[in-house]
């Protein structure tokens, strides 16, 4: 349903999207996992035609984004990270201009509008205005609007930021009906509990590049069931040597990020070892002021791939 090959996105010397490919199937959700500022949002504006590609090929449904720009925008539906509304026309307005923007008339329309409302959650706020609304139904009619045509490859930009929990997990559930209903959903996000519940497959993303993509399960795959530890103190050149001599007993020990001030560590059975590595940490004139253990998972992934946390 999507093909997206060798995609390149720059605006001048900057390169916001670096050579990206991946695809994405009907009736599964595939991920954009990144910190903002990584391109999932430039590459979503391409994908939409929103954007024209400095290079590379985007297909929806069998037709050109660039070619074939209105047989592929037909079958699309986009959630975009700012609220698309009409803050003064009431919620029902709302969907009935998006509905009818993508072709909908009479009944057709009055009853694909009033099913939206019954699944989003707004059936009884259907005359009230979205400048009344919270930031949750906001968010929920913003998706009713890019769902009521039925478009079968949605894309959803961050659908989820700055809202409350309870929001949130509406949210999850539309998009999951969604999928269930046999749409192609594209799905960016900066949030790792998101992805591992929403996404079928997903494409880790960082200064415009994919980094590692496949499964949650795949991708947790390459982690092995190591930790990660991350030490938070005063490091000084010695500790690497220090660190690397627990590697004989210490077998799958890996160093993948070390400055003045930060200490980052992947191993197995990390809270057994950690004797050990304080020891070999105080012995070379380091000292360690805080200690944070993670468990396998893909922000464990994304600190082994970068060396970093993953950004706001």
């Known amino acids: ?181 046999g749409a192609c959903v594209l799905y960016t996000t900066h949030y790792m509990e998101e992805a591992e519940r929403l996404c079928d497959s997903l494409a880790i993303i960082d200064h415009g590049k994919i980094i590692a993509q496949g499964t949650v399960a795949e991708l947790k795959s390459q982690l092995g069931a190591r930790d990660a530890l991350q030490l938070s103190g005063t490091f000084p050149a010695a500790t690497k040597d220090a660190i690397q001599s627990l590697v004989a007993s210490i077998s799958d020990l890996e160093i993948i990020g070390q400055d003045d001030a930060t200490l980052t560590l992947t191993l197995s059975r990390a809270s057994h070892h950690l004797p050990n590595i304080f020891q070999a940490i105080s012995g070379a004139g380091g000292s360690i002021s805080e200690t944070s253990l993670r468990s396998p998972n893909l922000e464990t992934l994304f600190l082994l791939l970068t060396g970093t946390e993953l950004r706001e």
């Open 1 to 181: 349903m999507l093909e997206v090959t060798k995609l390149v996105k720059q605006y001048g010397e900057l390169t916001a999207v670096d050579t990206i490919s991946f695809s994405a199937r009907e009736g599964s959700v595939f991920g954009l996992l990144g910190p903002n500022g990584a391109g999932k949002s430039t590459a979503i504006n391409c994908i939409s035609g929103l954007l024209p590609p400095t290079s590379g090929r985007i297909t929806v449904s069998g037709y050109d984004i660039e070619s074939d720009g209105k047989a592929a925008r037909s079958s699309l539906g986009v959630v975009p990270q700012e609220l698309a509304l009409y803050e003064d026309l009431p919620a029902i307005e709302n969907l009935k201009y998006w509905g009818m923007a993508y072709g909908l008339r009479g009944q057709a329309l009055t009853d694909r509008v009033r099913d939206v409302l019954h699944h989003i959650g707004l059936a009884d706020r259907a005359k009230d205005l979205p400048k009344e609304f919270s930031g949750g139904m906001k968010r929920r009619l913003n998706f009713g609007c890019g769902v009521v045509h039925k478009p079968k490859v949605l894309l959803l930009d961050e659908p989820t930021v700055g809202v409350d929990p309870q929001s949130r997990a509406r949210l999850f559930d539309l998009v999951e009906a969604e999928r269930d209903a």
